[in-house]
């Protein structure tokens, strides 16, 4: 997950917990807001119909009456009282009058079916001289129901129950969780969307210094630097030090490149210069062969030229290796890699005339690279193979994932796992003794060139087994 898509996301995270809890609390606050207000209308309706039944000389015997005795059925407001004020309220509130044992004293239209509920812990409540809420269903609509005693010398000679439908305050609340629910999301989607195209310009910065940390590590230049123009705030401090640290390693990296052109310079120069004496050298002790010596002189005369012959191949393998580190551009051409190898198994036969080189490259493939760079990466392994086994030598050449892979196999001794991470080194030998020629520059420079040319060079090998040398080339599009 990117730092972009995290930063939006937690963004996004922050205000929709801050929008749930602005959602809640305004929800819970109109809740409680407009039940208060209900029920202050239902104490007004109360505290009014209890002064109007204070006035009233309508007989209230239930508490004389015998329990078996049948009470008497209920009546309508019009013969409770004649007072105007209960009509008044009549038109606004749902208003019931009982006895103090809950039976229905008075309603509208006088019917026993015009009860409203009033539970045992109400009923018990508003006997005891308190108050009492409760919710209801009457006909099918929720109603909040107040229950209210009224005392007459410390005596509660009826209860009267208050009732105002709960359906537009319910109505009310749906429509504002749905309002709140539907807004809420349509933020949160703006949000994130404005939050995903302001953390691009925030992290853009940022960006820009991994590109440019990117185009360093591919081009390896350490000139490039991060264009920033903005606040030096933690980005702007991140862009200086990455500037800051880009001078120095670019100080760092021309000094050692510097020293290493030196080398190279030096080591060219040298081997360069050491060619003709040795050539002449060799040339000469070539004429003093042709004249009849005694043994001795013969032997010491064979060492020299061995010796010279060593020396001249030594200077060679080192101006190839100081050519390969120059970077000189390879040609990067297509070339037809069946009479390559047909033309450099048969050179390599040359060198051991007696062993047999099998080459299996039936196919005709093409590859994209330079040729003679290709043939002395080849003319290296075949010989570095003859070198270290005694046996017949395998080269094959197939297709594979898009690229040409040649293999040069051999079935010698092998190279222990803790020497095979090194045969690549340069001057390093696998070999514990010295009796295979060789500097242990072939492979180093076989692999500078290979790799020159977009392509990879790799070994395996079997201890007992033997050891294969695998190239991998660019098929040529042409």
Request: glycine share 6%; aromatic share 6%.
């Amino acid at each position: 997950m990117s730092i972009r898509l995290r930063f939006t996301l937690l963004y996004t995270f922050i205000l929709a917990l801050t929008l749930s809890i602005f959602g809640i609390s305004l929800y819970a606050i109109q809740a409680q807001s407009t039940i208060d207000s209900l029920k202050r209308d239902l104490v007004d309706g109360a505290s009014k119909l209890s002064e109007i039944t204070l006035k009233t000389n309508f007989p209230n015997d239930s508490a004389q009456r015998p329990p078996n005795e049948q009470k008497p059925p209920p009546v309508t407001f019009d013969q409770f009282s004649s007072d105007q004020n209960l009509k008044d309220i009549r038109e606004r509130e749902i208003l019931r009058v009982l006895d103090p044992s809950g039976n229905l004293v008075a309603s509208p239209f006088g019917r026993e079916e015009d009860a409203l509920p009033l539970s045992v812990e109400g009923l018990q409540a508003a006997q005891n001289g308190g108050d009492w809420y409760e919710s209801g269903m009457v006909s099918d609509e929720e109603m909040l129901i107040y229950s209210r005693p009224v005392i007459v010398e410390d005596e509660v000679v009826y209860i009267l129950q208050v009732a105002r439908p709960l359906t537009e305050r319910n109505r009310t609340l749906q429509s504002l969780s749905i309002t709140l629910l539907v807004a809420g999301a349509l933020t949160i989607l703006i949000a994130f969307g404005v939050g995903w195209v302001f953390a691009r310009f925030t992290l853009r910065p940022i960006q820009r210094i991994t590109h440019t940390a990117q185009h360093i590590g591919d081009e390896r230049d350490f000139s490039r630097r991060v264009d920033y123009v903005g606040p030096q705030d933690e980005v702007g401090q991140l862009a200086s030090t990455f500037n800051t640290m880009l001078t120095r390693l670019q100080d760092a990296f021309q000094k050692v490149e510097h020293s290493l052109q030196m080398q190279r310079d030096f080591v060219a120069d040298v081997s360069h210069e050491l060619r003709t004496p040795l050539t002449t050298l060799r040339g000469n002790l070539g004429l003093l062969r042709r004249k009849p010596l005694d043994e001795e002189q013969t032997d010491i005369l064979n060492d020299m030229v061995d010796e010279s012959d060593r020396l001249i191949r030594l200077v060679n393998d080192l101006l190839q290796l100081a050519r390969a580190d120059t970077g000189r551009s390879l040609v990067k051409e297509s070339v037809d890699i069946s009479p390559l190898l047909q033309e450099v198994v048969r050179q390599a036969q040359l060198l051991d005339p007696q062993r047999t080189i099998q080459l299996n490259a039936a196919d005709p493939l093409q590859v994209r690279g330079d040729r003679d760079a290709i043939k002395q990466v080849l003319i290296i392994g075949l010989d570095n193979a003859l070198k270290h086994s005694s046996s017949q030598v395998e080269v094959i050449c197939k297709k594979l994932d898009g690229q040409v892979e040649i293999q040069i196999q051999d079935h010698g001794d092998g190279i222990p796992p803790e020497k095979l991470g090194h045969i690549f080194d340069r001057f390093y030998r696998g070999e514990d003794s010295a009796s295979v020629p060789g500097f242990g520059l072939g492979l180093s420079i076989a692999k500078s060139l290979i790799e020159r040319q977009d392509g990879t060079i790799q070994m395996n090998s079997q201890v007992g087994k033997g050891s294969v040398l695998k190239l991998r080339l660019m098929i040529s599009s042409n």
